[in-house]
């Protein structure tokens, strides 16, 4: 059974049962902000080991999803069920036992200046899980060695780039094992060549790891380079293929627009649409790029 590592008697969560299960469902959820309605009964399922890529204007209510699938916000109607268990009534007890099983990258990257590489990465395992340190550190190890950043293990956060820093908080999400992955705008602010390293990792973590993972993005290209590429093993490489010419989604979309789910689909599906408001929202984003 696969799950977040456990703390010396901490209570184990028995995911057995609800296997079969959507790893996220919100039902009917709303939402107020300072009096401003964020969300209108939202309905939506995410099944286990599939991705979801969120979209919408900025103010649409995107990070707000993140914020109430971890239980830092709570409904003010509707359900919300995360691995199996509702969530929007839970106890702050109950909720950090449900957080340990979900990693989060933050837009900003949220890393400890004061903490060197590996020391950010395993964070968790060392505050949490309180694993031996050979142990965290082997899975420390482990987790840079798949972002691409081995080296960089002792440096501080100050000396790294800024998709290098994206990738660190990448390789902290992971560390744990989580099996759903919250990502704020991974790739905002960055230039494009950097932006596809992130964006490779993402795809790493859906075809190798098979997590499920929610992509909240600004960044429409991005989106699709995610949907549009997938992990293809060849003579013991890992190479990043574009499937696009297949007609392959590896992802589905979901657009919020005035408190909603305003369109659910694929990739092509998303294009293909001539509703006046999705065509002005990918207006000057469209392919070719």
Do not use: C
Not at 7 to 29: K, L, M, N, Q
Not at 92 to 121: C, H, K, W, Y
Not at 150 to 167: H, K
Not at 192 to 200: E, H, L, Q, R, Y
Request: hydrophobic share 45%; glycine share 8%.
């Amino acid at each position: 059974m696969t799950g977040a590592w456990l703390a010396p008697g901490e209570a184990v969560i028995t995911y057995d049962a609800i296997v079969d299960s959507p790893a996220v469902v919100f039902d009917r959820v709303s939402f107020a902000f300072d009096g401003q309605v964020v969300l209108r009964d939202v309905s939506f399922s995410v099944p286990r080991g599939t991705m979801r890529i969120l979209l919408g204007a900025s103010g649409a209510g995107k990070s707000i999803v993140l914020k109430l699938i971890l239980g830092l916000f709570r409904p003010d109607s509707g359900t919300i069920h995360v691995n199996g268990q509702r969530i929007d009534q839970m106890s702050e007890p109950d909720l950090m036992a449900i957080r340990g099983d979900i990693g989060m990258s933050f837009q900003e990257t949220a890393l400890f200046d004061s903490l060197t590489v590996a020391e950010n990465v395993g964070y968790r395992l060392y505050e949490e899980v309180r694993l031996p340190l050979d142990e965290v550190r082997a899975r420390v190890v482990e987790v840079l060695g798949f972002v691409g950043l081995g080296e960089y293990i002792d440096q501080m956060p100050s000396a790294l780039s800024g998709g290098q820093r994206r990738r660190v908080a990448i390789a902290r999400a992971i560390a744990a094992r989580p099996r759903l992955l919250l990502f704020d705008d991974p790739t905002t602010g960055l230039d494009p060549i950097t932006a596809n390293s992130v964006n490779d990792e993402v795809v790493k973590l859906r075809d190798i790891e098979q997590v499920t993972a929610i992509v909240v993005t600004h960044q429409i290209r991005d989106a699709y380079y995610v949907a549009k590429h997938e992990v293809v093993r060849a003579n013991g490489n890992i190479n990043i293929m574009d499937v696009s010419g297949r007609g392959a989604d590896r992802a589905q979309f979901m657009v919020l627009h005035e408190g909603r789910i305003y369109f659910e689909g694929t990739a092509d599906e998303l294009l293909a649409r001539e509703d006046p408001y999705l065509r002005d929202f990918l207006f000057m984003t469209l392919p070719p790029w």
